[in-house]
């Protein structure tokens, strides 16, 4: 059992270079997260999706765009990739959090560096 | 918006000396609260859930609903408890998942 899947797990790239985060889970779940991870900054909610084709605003919205075609893959696109954009990019998967399920299962996240 | 603060970003613990590590929350309701845990090269891993009231590994964090706070604590720690450790929220309406800003816990031999 994968659980949640990231892939690329490394990447750098240049400035104004567009690129997509793919984020795959095997199960089953409706609700899709991506985070951006920074030191002394926690983790930030870019944006999630409680279903297939269906897609929402986090906190750190700017700068990204999400697709949620298929229910197993969150994809998290950067159009024209910034210096700011550098850091751990994470993705996560559940079950409805406030309907019976027990907790977020988070992927291994992808080191993202704009140089 | 709802948040979760996290006051410190490091501490320091000497093995077997009690840990505790402070979570606030913005008031709004009947909060469901989280603490994950990130081992280093790891990935997030859920820790305990306010709603399960179960102790995991030791840990135990109990909902102050008068202080808003959410604390987690062990009375003994050990050297594999050092970690970064995460607070967060559900927000009930949306299914947001909120994180607080970390604290980086290390237990001194």
């Known amino acids: 059992n994968a659980g949640v899947t990231q892939t690329p797990k490394f990447r750098v790239l240049k400035t104004g270079q567009s690129m997509t985060l793919l984020c795959a889970q095997d199960m089953n779940h409706e609700y899709m997260y991506w985070y951006r991870q920074d030191p002394g900054m926690g983790l930030r909610l870019i944006h999630y999706s409680v279903g297939e084709g269906t897609t929402a605003k986090g906190e750190v919205p700017d700068g990204y765009n999400v697709s949620r075609l298929k229910k197993q893959n969150f994809l998290l696109g950067l159009e024209s990739a910034a210096p700011s954009q550098t850091s751990v990019y994470f993705c996560a998967s559940s079950y409805s959090l406030s309907r019976g399920g027990t907790e977020a299962f988070f992927g291994q996240g992808t080191r993202l560096t704009v140089v | 918006a709802q948040r979760v603060t996290q006051p410190e970003k490091l501490l320091s613990v000497f093995k077997g000396a009690p840990v505790e590590l402070k979570c606030n929350y913005s008031y709004s309701g009947s909060p469901e609260l989280f603490w994950y845990v990130q081992y280093s090269r790891q990935r997030l891993q859920l820790l305990l859930r306010h709603i399960s009231r179960e102790s995991i590994k030791g840990f135990t964090a109990d909902l102050n609903k008068g202080e808003t706070s959410f604390h987690l604590k062990k009375p003994f720690a050990q050297e594999e408890d050092s970690a970064m450790y995460y607070c967060?929220?559900?927000?009930?309406?949306?299914?947001?998942?909120?994180f607080g800003t970390g604290t980086r816990l290390t237990i001194i031999p």
């Open positions: 967060a929220r559900l927000n009930f309406g949306n299914e947001k998942l909120t």
